[in-house]
C-alpha cells in the first residue's frame, strides 16, 4: 500500500516515513505543489499525506481538483498553521484527517492505516509487508523525544552522546543517525572502547606505525582514519583508560590525528558520536572521567528511555523480534494478546535485548504455532540463569541464541564462538579441579600450557576456582 507524502520540512517527513514504513507502507516523498502533481499524474496512491504551507505553493488549494479525480484517495492534511481557517479550509476539501502540527506520530500512523483500509486496502497486506526502513521499532512518547532529536542531528555534524542503560537501543540509534543523515554514503566505524585491552586503544583508534612497538609488523590504519568522510561511533566512552581519553580529546579538538610511532598529524574528517552506560558526573568527581572531553562529547545528549518507562512498545516489539527470529530461520510464529499482555509486566532490567533475546528462545522453543501467555511464562521460569542450569537448550541451540545475540564481527566469528565456547568449560573444568590448571589440563585432554595461554588470553582467573579449607 502506497502513501504519498508531500512536505517540505525533512526533519518532519523522515520521522513520518519511518513511522509509516515500520507500518508496511511504501512511502514517496515529495516537497513541493508541482512534484506532488506530477507523481499523481501517474495515478493514485492508497493515502496522500500533506502539509499545508510548500516552498511552491498552498498544499490546500490543489485539492479538490485531486479529490474529484481521484475520489477513493483519503486526504490527511498536516499543518504548522494551527488556525481555525485552515482547519477549516482542510475539511472543506473534504480532507479525511486534519493535523495540526505538532501531532503525535502514533496517532497519524493509525489514522493513515484507517484511511487506506477505508479505501479499500486490506489489514492482512500491510501485516505481511517486510517493515524496511528504520531499524528502530517503537513509538511511545518516550522514543518520539528520541525520534525527534535524531531528526535535529541529521543535517549537521554535532557530535553526539548516546545515553542510558544497557540494552536500550544506543548503538542502533548511532546506526540510524549515519543511515539517516548526510554521511550516510560515508562509512560507519564502530569501535567497542571496552573490548580492545588499555594498551592498544590508542593503536586502534590512531593506528600505528611498522614498528612503533612489538608486533607492530605493519603499518596500522586506525579507526579514525578508517571513518573519515563517514561517521565513528565511539562505544562504551566511559571505560576509556585516562590516556586514551587524553589523546581522543586532542584528537577531537585539532581534527587530526597522529599514528602511534608517527610524526605526521593526519587531518581526518569524521562525525563523533559517542555512547555509555555509565554515569558520567560521577566519574568526572572521582577523577576517572575527563571533564573537558564529557563537555566535548555532550553536545547533543540523546537519553535513551529504559524498556520499563515504554511499556506501549513491548507488543510491537516483540512482534518484531518474531519476524526477524522468523527471518534466521528459527521457527515463525504469532504472539496471542495475553502474551503480548504478560510481557508488558514483566520488569525487563537487561531492556530490548532481554525482551529480544527472551523472544528468540520462544520462537525456537515453543511447540504452538501462536505463542500465548502460559507458554511464555513456562520459559520465564525456567530461563536459565547466570551459572544456573540450561539443561532443555542443546550446544546448536545455544549457538543459534549466541549468535543471534552476540552478533559478532564479520571476520571475528569464530575467534569470538571460540571465546564463548571456552570460557564457560574451562570455568566448569576449573570448578571442578578446585582451580588446579595441570588437572584441568588433564581433564580437556590439552597441553597445559595451551590451557595457561587460553585462560589468561581469556581473562579467566584460576585462583577464583581455589577451594577454600
Ligand atoms: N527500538 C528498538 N527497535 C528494535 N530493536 C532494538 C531497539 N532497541 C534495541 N534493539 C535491539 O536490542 C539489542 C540491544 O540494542 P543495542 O545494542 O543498540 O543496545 P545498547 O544500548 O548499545 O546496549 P549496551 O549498553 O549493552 O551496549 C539489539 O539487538 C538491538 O537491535
Ligand atoms: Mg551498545
Avoid at 531499524?135 to 522514543?143: E, T
Avoid at 510464529?333 to 533475546?357: C, I, K, T
Amino acid at each position: 500500500m502506497s502513501v504519498l507524502l508531500v512536505e517540505d520540512d525533512m526533519s518532519i517527513a523522515i520521522v513520518i516515513t519511518a513511522a509509516l514504513e515500520a507500518e508496511g507502507f511504501n512511502v514517496t516523498h515529495c516537497d513541493s505543489v508541482a512534484m506532488r502533481d506530477r507523481l499523481l499524474a501517474d495515478g493514485p496512491f492508497s493515502v496522500l499525506v500533506t502539509d499545508v504551507m510548500l516552498t511552491d505553493g498552498d498544499g490546500i488549494e490543489g485539492l479538490p481538483a485531486i479529490r474529484d479525480q481521484f475520489p477513493q484517495m483519503p486526504i490527511i492534511v498536516l499543518s504548522a498553521q494551527n488556525t481555525l481557517d485552515t482547519a477549516v479550509r482542510a475539511t472543506d476539501t473534504g480532507a479525511f484527517e486534519y493535523f495540526p502540527k505538532p501531532f503525535d506520530i502514533d496517532e497519524l500512523a493509525r489514522t493513515v492505516r484507517q484511511a487506506a483500509v477505508s479505501s479499500g486496502g486490506t489489514i492482512d497486506a500491510l501485516e505481511e509487508a517486510p517493515t524496511p526502513g528504520l531499524p528502530l521499532v517503537g513509538r511511545s512518547a518516550p522514543m518520539q523525544a528520541v525520534y525527534r532529536m535524531i531528526t535535529r542531528v541529521l543535517r549537521n555534524d554535532l557530535t553526539v552522546l548516546v545515553l542510558g542503560e544497557s540494552g536500550t537501543g544506543k548503538e542502533l540509534v548511532a546506526e540510524a543517525i549515519h543511515q539517516l543523515g548526510h554521511r550516510s554514503s560515508g562509512p560507519f566505524v564502530a569501535v567497542n572502547t571496552a573490548a580492545i585491552p588499555a594498551e592498544l586503544i590508542e593503536s586502534e583508534l590512531f593506528g600505528h606505525e611498522k614498528g612503533a612497538f612489538t608486533g607492530a609488523v605493519a603499518r596500522h590504519i586506525g579507526k579514525f582514519e578508517q571513518a573519515n568522510g563517514g561517521t565513528l561511533f565511539l562505544d562504551e566512552i566511559g571505560d576509556m583508560p585516562m590516556q586514551a581519553q587524553t589523546r581522543l580529546l586532542r584528537a577531537l579538538q585539532s581534527g587530526t590525528v597522529r599514528r602511534v610511532g608517527g610524526r605526521d598529524e593526519v587531518k581526518v574528517d569524521v562525525r563523533i558520536i559517542a555512547a555509555t552506560n555509565k554515569d558520567l558526573e560521577p566519574m568526572i568527581a572521582a577523577g576517572t572521567f575527563r571533564e573537558d572531553l564529557y563537555y566535548r562529547l555532550n553536545v547533543v545528549p540523546i537519553q535513551m528511555p529504559p524498556l520499563r518507562e515504554r511499556a506501549d512498545d513491548i507488543e510491537a516489539l516483540a512482534r518484531h523480534f518474531l519476524q526477524l527470529a522468523a527471518g534466521e530461520g528459527l521457527p515463525r510464529h504469532q504472539l496471542s494478546a495475553d502474551a503480548a499482555a504478560f510481557l508488558g509486566r514483566q520488569p525487563w532490567r537487561g531492556n530490548v535485548r532481554e525482551l529480544r533475546n527472551f523472544i528468540y528462545r520462544a520462537a525456537l522453543l515453543a511447540r504452538d504455532d501462536v505463542i500465548d501467555a502460559a507458554t511464555l511464562e513456562t520459559l520465564l521460569v525456567n530461563q536459565p540463569r547466570e551459572g544456573g542450569q540450561g539443561a532443555q537448550v542443546s550446544l546448536d541451540d545455544s549457538v543459534v541464541l549466541w549468535l543471534a545475540d552476540a552478533a559478532p564481527a564479520p571476520g571475528q566469528v569464530y575467534d569470538e564462538a571460540l571465546a564463548a565456547f571456552e570460557r564457560p568449560l574451562f570455568a566448569e573444568v576449573l570448578r571442578s579441579t578446585g582451580g588446579n590448571q595441570l588437572r584441568a589440563a588433564q581433564v580437556l585432554g590439552i597441553n597445559r600450557n595451551t590451557l595457561r595461554k587460553r585462560i589468561s588470553e581469556l581473562g579467566i582467573d584460576p585462583d577464583s576456582f581455589a577451594r577454600r579449607s
